[in-house]
T-cell receptor
């Protein structure tokens, strides 16, 4: 089954403790991206990657890092989480062969709470 | 960058009635407009999309209309059913960035 898998689904941590949210897709998609969803703000793009070793900032990249060492994986790293990063996070991928005119495939989300 | 506004933020309709959600965008270079449905506890899923070379697209009870001159596009759901209750997002991808609307929570009352 074609899917985007995020782990963990739920995560509670404390301020300053480094964490990684993993994302993996099995559709051989070149493009992957991360979003955070907050009430009243919709989905905002954090980082995206066009291919292996190619990453770029979205609209809200502060406090986040990403890496793309393999085509299927795109982890989101919070080096020093803060309470304002408490949010619902989504990873997504799409087939970039047709440029950006193709739909995103989303994972089921990771709910992060930073205390 | 692109700016997308979505209205209304909440919408309640009786089962069987129609629902309309509207989005406006700012950058005339945008040419692809998807709509996503997000059910509770899940990620958004594409339900319909439209490209700028057409003005309307329909898929059973769901349709999307696009007015490039006015820079807005709308989602139309006819004969609503309880399973249509969800949060709906519009989006306007441009280059490699994707800007989403703020979402519409649709409640279909049986």
């Amino acid at each position: 089954e074609a899917q985007v898998t995020q782990n963990p689904r739920y995560l509670i941590t404390v301020t300053g403790k480094k964490l990684t949210v993993t994302c993996s897709q099995n559709m051989n998609h070149e493009y992957m991206s991360w979003y955070r969803q907050d009430p009243g703000l919709g989905l905002r793009q954090i980082y995206y990657s066009m291919n292996v070793e190619v990453t770029d900032k979205g609209d809200v990249p502060e406090g986040y890092k990403v890496s793309r060492k393999e085509k299927r994986n795109f982890p989101l790293i919070l080096e020093s989480p803060s309470p304002n990063q408490t949010s619902l996070y989504f990873c997504a991928s799409r087939d970039s062969l047709s440029s950006y005119n193709s739909p995103l495939h989303f994972g089921n989300g990771t709910r992060l709470t930073v205390t | 960058g692109e700016n997308v506004e979505q209205h209304p933020s909440t919408l309640s309709v009786q089962e069987g009635d129609s629902a309309v959600i509207k989005c406006t965008y700012s950058d005339s270079a945008s040419n692809y407009f998807p709509w996503y449905k997000q059910e509770l506890g899940k990620g958004p899923q594409l339900i319909i999309d439209i490209r700028s070379n057409v003005g309307e697209k329909k898929d059973q009870r769901i349709a999307v209309t696009l007015n490039k001159t006015a820079k807005h596009f709308s989602l139309h759901i006819t004969e609503t059913q309880p399973e249509d209750s969800a949060v709906y997002f519009c989006a306007a991808p441009l280059d490699q960035k994707v800007t989403f609307g703020t979402g519409t929570k649709l409640q279909v009352i049986p």
